[in-house]
Nanobody, 125 residues
Framework: QVQLVESGGGLVQPGGSLRLSCAAS????????IGWFRQAPGKEREGLSC????????AYADSVEGRFAISRDYAKNTVYLQMDNLKSEDTAIYYC??????????????????WGQGTQVTVSS
């Protein structure tokens, strides 16, 4: 099973930006569909974005459409989540996940079977 590691979280002011990274060791991420999810305290995990393994198809939740962007760097074996115009309600632990290859990805949690340990994002002034 692919091992995923997220990084790039931290504390940022409202309106600021962060870029999260999802890296894998020992395997190429290019053969997997990759999704980003988050879980805030007391809330269920929420699907945010995904990218198909051909890197051309992406999907976003309404809550982040227009503010977040997912991308792949095949050379660095990394998937990124660029987060702009961050809001206090974006505060959560962010996870990346890998699922079976698909041309058209889905941000449904059940489609993913390998998860990273998460990275904390805190948006606060």
């Amino acid at each position: 099973q692919v091992q995923l590691v997220e990084s790039g979280g931290g504390l940022v002011q409202p309106g600021g930006s962060l870029r999260l990274s999802c890296a894998a060791s020992g395997e190429t991420l290019g053969v997997y569909t990759i999704g980003w999810f988050r879980q805030a305290p007391g809330k269920e995990r929420e699907g945010l974005s995904c990218i198909g393994n051909f890197g051309e198809n992406a999907a976003y939740a309404d809550s982040v459409e227009g503010r977040f962007a997912i991308s792949r760097d095949y050379a660095k074996n990394t998937v990124y989540l660029q987060m702009d115009n961050l809001k206090s309600e974006d505060t959560a632990i962010y996870y990346c996940a890998a699922g079976a290859s698909t041309l058209y990805c889905s941000i449904v949690e059940s489609q993913y079977n390998a998860w990273g340990q998460g990275t904390q994002v805190t948006v606060s002034s």
